[in-house]
């Protein structure tokens, strides 16, 4: 039996947790009892991928039953280490007070290659695009950028990089040769031009990554699923799996990329644009940095960049879509002048 399995034994989860979980909460005598849901589930014969949350209902002192979720992300051959430290660093760098936060890191397991943390409980700034909320949306895009200059700025001096491979377009998992290899064995009609964009957006970034040392904390994967509304005032960011070092501007072109491709079914063109503009107005007036014509061009590469893994995504999975997939090469070729 693949050992991921146990995860969703309630037994099972109910021990490991009076363990490693409950004596975290000191307010809390006992757990009464838990609800196991599987977000991704991943799982074959040895290998697997899954995230899962679990609906623990805790008992305090005074007998009062206190419910929240706690949520697991494992992966059999991506220890999920790295989110565990991610998080325990930014929980140890205040991003656990004020408006901007993060879920709370509580253990990883070395049995499972998983990190377990409590979850936080809102909607997701894509569940307020899919209904055209366009007051959540102008809301949560300005937090959104205040959090990632909320990120942005912390300091780095001493810190190990929390995920090495992720740190530069050409090495991001599963990497770009063996991107190529499949788009070649697979999709031969678009193997050309998946060449050059990688060979110029490779190129664009080693060209600022050898002027200039100064590197950032990134999220890594800054997208509208990945930001949480929570009650009227509070944002968190979630999926810490590519957490890392790099150029800033991509947590930018990122969330732009991510933000307008999410929002092709708005029918106001000009709110999209607008939103564009509210989120870097707001990125730069926080993070103290300005705009100008070198970051535009940085936060474009990394635009385009997303767009090529958006298309890849829609090539590669269990069910492909290439009549999406061909719309965003078409379109990463025009803004590269291929």
């Known amino acids: 039996m693949n050992k991921i399995l146990y995860l969703f034994n309630k037994e099972f989860v109910k021990n490991l947790f009076d363990k490693k979980v409950l004596p975290k909460y000191k307010n809390y005598k006992k757990i009464s009892s838990i609800k196991i849901k599987s977000y991704k589930h991943g799982v074959w014969d040895e290998t697997y991928h899954v995230v899962i949350e679990f609906y623990v209902v805790f008992i305090d002192e005074n007998n009062n039953k206190i419910k929240f979720p706690i949520f697991c992300s494992a992966h059999s051959n991506e220890p999920?280490?790295?989110?565990y430290r991610a998080l325990k660093f930014l929980w140890e760098n205040n991003f656990n007070k004020?408006?901007?936060?993060?879920?709370?890191p509580l253990f990883y397991s070395n049995y499972f290659k998983a990190t377990f943390y409590e979850g936080v409980v809102g909607d997701t700034l894509f569940s307020y695009i899919k209904n055209d909320d366009k007051e959540n949306i102008r809301l949560i895009v300005k937090k959104s950028a205040q959090w990632f200059a909320k990120l942005h700025n912390l300091k780095i001096k001493n810190i190990k990089n929390f995920n090495l491979s992720n740190s530069r377009i050409e090495t991001v998992f599963p990497g770009v040769k063996n991107v190529l290899k499949r788009i070649k064995s697979e999709y031969p009609e678009y193997i050309d031009d998946?060449?050059?964009i990688y060979a110029l957006i490779i190129k664009?970034?080693?060209n600022f990554l050898r002027r200039s040392r100064k590197?950032?904390?990134?999220?890594?994967?800054a997208h509208p699923d990945n930001v949480i509304k929570i009650g009227k005032e509070k944002t968190?960011?979630?999926d810490f799996a590519d957490f890392c070092l790099g150029d800033f501007t991509r947590d930018l072109g990122t969330f732009l990329q991510?933000?307008?491709?999410?929002?092709?079914?708005?029918?106001?063109?000009?709110?999209?644009?607008?939103m564009e503009r509210l989120f870097?107005?707001?990125?730069?007036?926080?993070?103290?940095?300005?705009l100008n014509d070198e970051i535009k061009k940085r936060i474009n590469n990394y635009y385009n960049y997303t767009s090529i893994r958006t298309a890849t995504y829609f090539l590669m999975k269990e069910k492909p879509n290439k009549t999406r997939a061909e719309s965003l090469i078409k379109n990463v070729c025009k803004n590269l002048g291929i």
């Open 80 to 83: 999920r280490k790295n989110v």
């Open 98 to 104: 004020g408006y901007l936060i993060v879920p709370k």
């Open 194 to 196: 998946y060449k050059k």
């Open 204 to 206: 664009n970034e080693n």
């Open 215 to 221: 590197r950032y904390l990134i999220h890594g994967d």
């Open 236 to 238: 968190a960011v979630i």
């Open 258 to 274: 991510q933000f307008r491709y999410m929002s092709s079914k708005i029918e106001d063109k000009n709110f999209i644009s607008e």
């Open 280 to 290: 870097l107005d707001n990125y730069f007036k926080n993070s103290k940095k300005k």
